[in-house]
């Protein structure tokens, strides 16, 4: 029904910023939330920055005041942007989406796309 397709990602080196996106396609007028999530090697998938239609946006500690999360008015597309990436950032990042229907809801998720850095 939502189909999420990211694009960006790469080798960066650690100071340097990055852009990832995502495009959202299907029934984009039911999403209620949107975001980004990563997953290190052998660690659990965490929340990177995330937003919704009540105005709520959340960002992982370690990603408030470097990480922004933007999106466009028709909520088909949203993008994150890293600046001063760092070490610790590294990690495929999978862009979200929650969708609220009448008897619950629904989460889909992208292919994700690897953020690594070359230092």
């Known amino acids: 029904q939502v189909q999420l397709v990211e694009s960006g990602g790469g080798l960066v080196q650690a100071g340097e910023s990055l852009n990832v996106s995502c495009t959202a396609s299907g029934s984009v007028t039911s999403i209620y939330a949107m975001g980004w999530y990563r997953q290190a090697?052998?660690?659990?998938?965490?929340?990177?920055?995330?937003?919704?239609?009540?105005?709520?946006?959340?960002?992982?500690?370690?990603?408030e005041g470097r990480f922004t999360i933007s999106r466009d008015n028709d909520w088909d597309m949203w993008c994150l942007r890293m600046l001063c990436r760092k070490?610790?950032?590294?990690?495929?990042?999978?862009c979200h989406a929650?969708?609220?229907?009448?008897?619950?809801?629904?989460?889909?998720w992208g292919q994700g796309t690897q953020v690594a850095g070359s230092s």
Do not use: F, M, Q
Not at 41 to 63: F, I, W
Not at 100 to 107: E, H, S
């Open 41 to 63: 090697p052998g660690k659990e998938r965490v929340l990177v920055a995330e937003t919704d239609r009540d105005g709520r946006t959340n960002y992982a500690l370690s990603a």
């Open 87 to 94: 070490h610790e950032d590294t990690a495929v990042y999978y």
């Open 98 to 108: 929650r969708v609220i229907t009448g008897v619950g809801y629904y989460d889909y």
